[in-house]
């Protein structure tokens, strides 16, 4: 069993900064890509942005020197720093990770339950 647990959003305003962070934890061999997506109300879940295991990043045009986002391998970990923070960023953010659970399977996609981050004035 491999869990995910999100941290570190919260309220902040206009043109300010936060940082998100997430753990995996559980029966994990080894993990590629990690990510945060994003859901804003009546939407659909899109990337923000992934990092793969040796540091190679994927990133949407819309946070795009804004954003940054960093792991520890040897803790399992992702963050994703958002600088410069707009109303549009409003959403639950999601950690997903590609997980090896055991030698000779896939990697799959492992959830956490989403933190909420809401940029007001």
């Known amino acids: 069993q491999v869990q995910l647990v999100e941290s570190g959003g919260g309220l902040v305003q206009i043109g300010g900064s936060l940082t998100l962070s997430c753990v995996a934890s559980?029966?994990?061999?080894?993990?590629?890509?990690m990510g945060w997506y994003r859901q804003a109300p009546g939407k659909e879940r899109e990337l923000a942005e992934s990092?793969?295991?040796?540091?190679?990043?994927v990133y949407a045009d819309s946070v795009k020197g804004r954003f940054t986002i960093s792991r520890d391998n040897a803790k399992n970990m992702v963050y994703l720093t958002m600088n410069n923070l707009k109303p549009e960023d409003t959403a639950v953010y999601y950690c997903?990770?590609?997980?090896?659970?055991?030698?000779?399977?896939?990697?799959?996609?492992?959830w956490g339950q989403g933190t909420q981050v809401t940029v007001s004035s």
């Open positions: 559980g029966s994990i061999f080894g993990v590629n890509d």
């Open positions: 997903d990770a590609m997980v090896l659970t055991e030698w000779g399977q896939s990697t799959r996609h492992y």
């Open positions: 990092i793969g295991r040796h540091g190679v990043t």
